[in-house]
């Protein structure tokens, strides 16, 4: 149901940098609406790691870092570490003729090898 | 430390109910919009219901309106959604969140609800209807 698609999967080596992209369409992250991006670590709440597409909340680490071009929008993570394994989920608003509301694209687990 | 503790999942058959709770600590809960958001494995994350900062104004996702609602006392910092005739498809992780909006330095404006993104995540509460 998610109408913000991201791959199931990425893994990548410590020190290692991945990226993630959330590809939506011109009723949501092409309409200009901001990208927000969060962390689901195992066993404990999620974390908020961007917002507005690529703005970084004091206390996450500038190894974490979001942009935005046209319909998609990207998450990277530089310097991999292993506390990063988790899943991350991007979001945005979606507004068409019938119904107006936030989305979330369909998640990624990151995996450090 | 800002913290959202959810309480009052369980295990229920189709057509009850369940009154979920979240209270709040480390933030001014009245200052803040809050969200109920909802996760299961087939649909993914959902945006369940929203309320405004003074408990006025609420939003639901067409699913489950007429049979939810969201409201709040911000005299005890807490969040609450009554959820009636449950169905099967709500069997889901539920999250309290709240909502914060930022200042667009181009604009001089703060954004408006579609730019609103979560800053802190309770832990959620399961809710399983079977």
């Known amino acids: 149901q998610s109408v913000l698609t991201q791959p199931s999967s990425v893994s990548g080596a410590p020190g290692q940098r991945v990226t993630i992209s959330c590809t939506g369409s011109s009723s949501n992250i092409g309409a200009g609406y901001d990208v927000h991006w969060y962390q689901f670590p195992p066993g404990r709440p999620p974390k908020l790691l961007i917002y507005g597409n690529d703005n970084r909340p004091s206390g996450v680490p500038d190894r974490f870092s979001g942009s935005k071009s046209g319909t998609s929008a990207s998450l990277a993570i530089t310097g991999l570490q292993a506390e990063d394994e988790a899943d991350y989920y991007c979001q945005s608003y979606d507004s068409t003729l019938t119904e107006s509301t936030y989305v979330f694209g369909t998640g990624t687990k990151v995996t450090v090898l | 430390e800002v913290e959202l503790v959810e309480s009052g999942g369980g295990l229920v058959q189709p057509g009850e109910s369940l009154r979920l709770s979240c209270v709040a600590s480390?933030?001014?809960?009245?200052?803040?919009?809050m969200r109920w958001v909802r996760q299961t494995p087939e649909k993914g994350l959902e945006w369940v219901s929203g309320?405004?900062?003074?408990?006025?104004?609420?939003q639901y996702t067409d699913s489950v309106k007429g049979r939810f609602t969201v409201s709040r006392d911000n005299s005890k910092n807490t969040l609450f959604l009554q959820m009636n005739s449950l169905r099967v498809e709500d069997t889901a992780v539920y999250y309290c969140?709240?909502?914060?909006?930022?200042?667009?330095?181009?604009?001089?404006?703060?954004?408006?609800?579609?730019?609103?993104?979560?800053?802190?995540w309770g832990k959620g509460t399961t809710v399983t209807v079977s």
């Open positions: 969140a709240n909502q914060k909006t930022y200042y667009d330095v181009l604009t001089g404006s703060y954004k408006g609800s579609p730019f609103y993104f979560i800053d802190v």
């Open positions: 309320i405004n900062a003074r408990g006025n104004s609420s």
């Open positions: 480390g933030l001014t809960f009245s200052s803040y919009a």
